[in-house]
């Protein structure tokens, strides 16, 4: 039997760990066809079950906090455009779906709630928002120290993506009104044209429809009535009537009492205890298929196969067509996000074969460009369903989200020195995650919790105040990223000797080891202990596989 030689740290100690490996030479061809089979039927499974389990995440989200999620967009302080951004940021990861956000933004721009203007900074932070679900995907992978730096990596690049546009575009936004003004244009061109359609566009919901309404049904109008303040306090998130036609003594009867038939019908909890009940089976359900989902993967592409898999996704096209790849790679992103209809489920799919090293980061980001592309497309269409009343608002605000996405792209992709700047921000992420398995927590929180809570609260006190507190802290993080940029640059001989690094500072202030070795003491020694060992320089450590005996080692 072969055996597979792999080098691992065990108390910062190299030590050789030889394991059988179970190549399958001796199965017979009918075990092999019917193994890939199952193992392809095993794979489908999963990634249905995983895409059940962020619908049902999204609908647990929005009985938690879908009544105040509304209520934020009503506060004065959305005049107000950077905490307009952090409303929107705040919501989406509440909601756990930026098309539910877009939807409430539309609903009160079209009752006349909100302006167009103030509606904008809401969206784009709905844009970061909703990639909060891949970083929560990586995480599954933090036991592994290699998959684990690879799949944040490939997570955070479409935060450093949105984070970047947003950080160009909002001051453009606010100084010149780019989105609002061009959007009202290509409305006018447009809506004279269009065509209402009552019909909502389905693809892959028609596949998740049948079984995520079978577990719980949420009535979207009363979402929609909350937003333009025409709800009663009676009304319920949760579904509880499905009027139907039947027919009673051969007369055609409307029966608008009709009690809904789902799983979680007739429990008399309160909308947030269902939602509770609902994000605990989510999760579950959505980590236990990440996990499965990668243990097939691994199975599937391995050895050979692997090696083929990553020369394919990742190789460009031959010749001149070399320059069309990433072109292509964007729409294909943008083709299969419209197909799945959520940019979540999408890039939240790729997470896991960028972890195992299958797609690599650089092809990654052109198909998360693309998804952000398809998400807004998918809006432009389910936009034109609307009534004639609200298509004009509802279809500027779809037209907002894809003219920032097509600018941020025009921006941080073609040029290859601004394209570097989002790859290195995920890398830069990545490695900091792998070396302390914590930081990976701590930045979801930083980034989608405490950052965006701490703004709005610093709204409240008024716009003086707010500007006093933010600018320098603005100025500061500039300050320190232009003079580490310049450190690693022949240029620091130019910089005051105190300022060619940062030594000067206490130990805390610009390293995270003390902050390490606090927390991993009570609750990551584990993981630390067992990670793997990251080939170092250019040397790579690759598979080896020996045959019986093992003693010739």
């Not at 992420?429 to 950052?451: E, H, K, M, P, Q």
């Amino acid at each position: 039997m072969e055996k597979q030689v792999e080098v691992i740290a065990v108390n910062n100690e190299l030590k050789l760990e030889i394991t059988p490996i179970d190549n399958g030479k001796n199965q017979s061809k009918p075990v092999k066809v019917i193994k890939s089979i199952l193992k392809v039927c095993a794979l489908l499974i999963c990634l249905y079950s995983f895409i059940i389990s962020l619908d049902l995440m999204s609908s647990s989200f929005r009985l938690i906090g879908g009544k105040y999620a509304s209520e934020a967009f009503k506060s004065s302080v959305i005049t107000n455009p950077v905490a307009g951004l952090v409303i929107g940021v705040i919501v989406t990861v509440v909601v756990q779906s930026s098309s539910t956000s877009t939807s409430i933004v539309v609903s009160m721009v079209s009752s006349g709630i909100m302006e167009v203007k103030y509606a904008i900074p809401i969206i784009m932070g709905a844009n970061i928002g909703t990639s909060v679900t891949s970083v929560l995907v990586s995480l599954t992978q933090v036991a592994d120290k290699e998959n684990f730096q690879r799949a944040f990596s490939g997570a955070t690049v479409h935060d450093s993506f949105n984070l970047l546009s947003v950080l160009v575009l909002l001051p453009i936004e606010v100084l010149t009104g780019y989105l609002q003004y061009s959007t009202k244009a290509l409305v006018g061109l447009l809506v004279s044209s269009s065509t209402n359609s009552k019909k909502e566009i389905e693809l892959l919901t028609a596949l998740t429809k049948p079984l995520t309404n079978s577990i719980i049904q949420l009535d979207k109008k009363v979402l929609e009535a909350i937003a333009q303040n025409t709800s009663n306090p009676e009304d319920t998130l949760i579904k509880h009537f499905c009027p139907i036609n039947k027919t009673e003594n051969s007369t055609l009867i409307h029966d608008e009492l009709n009690r809904c038939s789902f799983l979680l019908e007739g429990l008399n909890w309160p909308e947030w205890a269902v939602g509770l009940l609902l994000l605990i089976v989510s999760l579950v359900v959505l980590c236990s298929c990440l996990i499965a989902l990668v243990k097939i993967l691994s199975s599937i592409f391995n050895g050979p196969m692997a090696k083929l898999i990553q020369k394919i996704v990742n190789a460009d096209l031959p010749g001149k067509w070399k320059y069309f790849t990433s072109p292509i790679a964007i729409l294909l992103g943008c083709l299969l996000t419209i197909i799945v209809q959520s940019s979540s489920v999408f890039t939240s799919s790729l997470i896991p074969l960028v972890g195992l090293g299958l797609v690599k980061i650089e092809r990654l980001f052109p198909l998360t460009l693309g998804s952000n592309l398809g998400t807004t497309v998918t809006g432009i269409l389910a936009s034109l369903s609307a009534s004639s009343r609200t298509l004009k608002y509802s279809l500027q605000i779809a037209l907002c989200h894809t003219l920032f996405n097509i600018t941020g792209i025009l921006i941080w992709y073609p040029i290859p020195f601004m394209r570097k700047c989002p790859l290195a921000i995920a890398r830069f992420l990545g490695r900091t995650s792998a070396d302390y398995r914590w930081f990976g927590v701590f930045y979801i929180v930083l980034t989608f919790v405490f950052v965006p809570s701490f703004i709005f609260a610093l709204s409240l006190s008024g716009l003086i105040i707010f500007l006093c507190v933010l600018i320098p802290i603005i100025m500061l993080i500039a300050f320190v990223l232009i003079i580490n940029y310049i450190q690693t640059t022949k240029f620091v001989l130019n910089l005051p000797k105190i300022l060619r690094n940062w030594n000067f500072l206490p130990l805390p202030l610009r390293s995270l080891e003390p902050y390490d070795k606090i927390i991993t003491r009570f609750c990551c020694s584990c993981l630390k202990n067992k990670s793997k060992v990251t080939p170092v320089e250019d040397f790579v450590l690759g598979e080896i596989v020996v045959s019986e005996p093992a003693t010739k080692f």
